[in-house]
């Protein structure tokens, strides 16, 4: 299994080369300092993450920051034909449990023009979300679509149904702040199974509205666990300007356990979600580059 992770590890320049624009959203479970100085997981996460221009990163719970620090230095260290940075969210969450959203992207590809950190209401407000959604405005020369925002969010399981219509109203006013149609919402956002019953679906106006476009589907299973069958974690795009970048049939959830070879039990080290994806296309003079 080292051995294996250590193969892997050693060619991951060769590997993948540039080809289209990749964004995912990707759960890691609880990322903090234990897993970071898992050398396993670390590497598994560098060749999961290396693969994308954007990658938006939940769970991050680490106070101290240093997750985060010890993941960019490895994938700079491992990746030296890009830079990679971040962008943090503010920890997230009532009471004593706190995480965070981070975008992790090739700066040497894309750059950050904006950013916007929604609140957390009071608790006892109706309007209020768990975790507070976190959003980016992003700018790339070489995309289809130069600027975009990405919405991020992790959705209460107990409240999935209610968030999951509030988002409707961020991307609103993300539209009205910005003056852009081109919006992507992303994330773990719980909206499978229990969490969203049948009856709800009707009562959320981001799943109703025809300028919605879900791309990752009910069917699609983004769970780690041979037990679990959900697509829990979503990419959901508005503009049409954005939807006609996107590359049809490339927005799917990341196998890792079948692409690196793991065991299940191996896989559930690294989270429990696999990544969602998407790919963008390319400017025609970015292609001929390549």
């Avoid at 080369?17 to 898992?38: H, Q």
């Avoid at 081109?182 to 679906?201: C, E, F, K, T």
Wanted: proline share 3%; with cysteine.
């Amino acid at each position: 299994m080292a051995q294996a992770f250590t193969l892997l590890f050693t060619f991951l320049g060769v590997q993948f080369v540039l080809a289209t624009f990749k964004i995912c959203a990707f759960n890691i479970r609880s990322f903090g300092r234990a897993k970071a100085a898992n050398p396993r997981v670390m590497a598994a996460l560098v060749q999961i993450l290396s693969r994308c221009d954007i990658s938006a990163v939940q769970e991050v719970r680490d106070s101290k920051g240093l997750a985060i620090r010890m993941l960019l230095q490895e994938l700079n260290r491992c990746d030296p034909s890009h830079h990679y940075s971040h962008l943090e969210s503010k920890r997230l969450g009532q009471g004593s449990y706190k995480e965070q959203n981070v975008f992790v992207y090739r700066m040497d590809v894309v750059s950050i023009t904006d950013w916007c950190q929604f609140g957390e209401e009071d608790v006892t407000d109706s309007k209020a979300f768990a975790r507070g959604p976190f959003a980016a405005r992003f700018h790339s020369p070489h995309t289809a679509i130069e600027d975009f925002v990405l919405l991020l969010h992790h959705a209460s399981p107990r409240e999935a149904a209610h968030e999951l219509d509030l988002l409707f109203g961020v991307c609103l006013e993300l539209m009205q702040r910005w003056k852009t149609e081109n919006v992507m919402v992303l994330g773990d956002l719980n909206a499978a199974g229990a969490y969203i019953p049948a009856s709800a679906w009707a009562r959320i106006r981001l799943r109703t509205h025809h300028a919605f476009h879900w791309l990752i589907g009910d069917k699609e299973d983004t769970t780690v666990s041979h037990r679990t069958c959900y697509a829990y974690d979503r990419i959901i795009v508005h503009g049409e300007e954005l939807f006609r970048a996107v590359v049809p049939r490339s927005a799917k959830p990341f196998n890792f356990t079948r692409a690196l070879g793991l065991s299940e039990d191996e896989a559930l080290e690294i989270s429990d979600h696999y990544p969602v994806e998407v790919n963008l296309r390319l400017t025609p003079r970015t292609q001929e580059e390549l």
